[in-house]
């Protein structure tokens, strides 16, 4: 089965710096997609970011981007000029090519905290 | 823009009652989700719906749980006899079928308090 893990609970960044945020995922499967999902405060989870996994280029959405090592079997999100919008709870996100239901599979979530 | 409601935002009941979660898809969307998240842990997938049946559930999915979609528009989750440890946020999800992606558009989640 396949698992996800955030090994950082929370984060902090100064606004207008760069932060990473890291995610692994365990799974035999040679093709798969991955997100990286927003939660703010009190509202609903957005997508920030996804990426096929038989991509190697890392896909890119302004100033969020990602790192996909498909090898090491990580996916981490970089957040440049960091601003106070960008604190919130971020999720990353499996989903197998072959599940017929396309259900994710969730990491715990790292809460980003931006300091003004 | 389109977006997934859920209702009511907190509900707080007793032990052993019953619970109805709500949840108002995006329109079209043809792939609809529930998963929940106990305080602290990760987000964990209770049940798929799709052509008005369940399509695939976990294993925190008994038969306390059920889903239905009774009107075209609305998609429930009943917990029928809750316990504590179904304190969690229940968040609904749906998809809308089209491209390859499959990407997943969730509510603003509902906190179940048991008591």
């Known amino acids: 089965a396949q698992t996800v893990t955030q090994s950082q609970p929370e984060m902090s960044v100064q606004e207008a710096e760069t932060v990473t945020l890291s995610c692994t995922y365990d799974?035999?499967?040679?093709?798969?997609?991955l997100f990286w999902y927003k939660q703010p405060p009190s509202r609903q989870m957005i997508l920030v970011i996804r990426?096929?996994?038989?991509?190697?280029q890392n896909a890119t959405e302004n100033r969020f981007s990602v790192n996909f090592q498909k090898a090491a079997k990580s996916f981490s999100l970089k957040i440049s000029d960091s601003q106070l919008g960008d604190a919130a709870m971020y999720f990353c996100?499996?989903?197998?090519?072959?599940?017929?239901?396309?259900?994710?599979?969730f990491g715990t979530g790292t809460r980003l905290k931006v300091l003004a | 823009e389109p977006e997934v409601t859920q209702t009511p935002s907190h509900q707080v009941t007793q032990m052993g009652q019953e619970v109805i979660l709500r949840c108002v898809p995006i329109?079209?969307?043809?792939?609809f989700y529930w998963y929940r998240q106990i305080l602290g842990q990760k987000v964990e997938f209770l049940v798929s719906?799709?052509?008005?049946?369940?399509?695939?559930k976990s294993e925190i999915f008994d038969d306390q749980f059920s889903v239905e979609r009774p009107d075209g528009s609305n998609f429930t989750l009943k917990i029928r006899s809750t316990k504590l440890e179904d304190s969690a946020m229940y968040f609904c999800a749906s998809v809308s079928g089209a491209g390859n992606f499959y990407e997943q558009y969730f509510g603003p989640g509902t906190r179940l308090t048991v008591t």
């Open positions: 799974t035999s499967e040679s093709d798969y997609y």
């Open positions: 996100a499996y989903r197998s090519p072959t599940s017929g239901t396309y259900k994710y599979i």
């Open positions: 329109s079209n969307h043809l792939y």
């Open positions: 990426q096929e996994a038989y991509k190697q």
């Open positions: 719906f799709y052509n008005n049946e369940i399509s695939e």
